[in-house]
């Protein structure tokens, strides 16, 4: 019977750094429907800035600098 060898160690999984997440997202939607009095903003756009909404409405401008985008509007 043979000693197991002090050389063979498990593999460790080396996992990649992951992508750091854009701190600010843009959703560009086709129709965007008020839930409490039913008015449709066409073409709208939401901007997302961490985990809140900052922006609703449909000036492109608004989408910050460097923003992830998201077309929905199809």
Do not use: F
């Not at 996992?15 to 409490?36: M, S």
């Amino acid at each position: 019977m043979r000693a197991p060898s002090a050389s063979a160690e498990p593999a460790a999984s080396v996992a990649a750094p992951a992508e750091p997440a854009a701190v600010n997202k843009a959703i560009r939607l086709g129709k965007l429907v008020h839930p409490e009095d039913g008015t449709v903003i066409d073409n709208a756009i939401v901007v997302i800035h961490e985990d809140r909404i900052s922006y609703v409405g449909t000036d492109e401008k608004q989408i910050p600098c460097g923003a992830s985008v998201i077309d929905w509007t199809a």
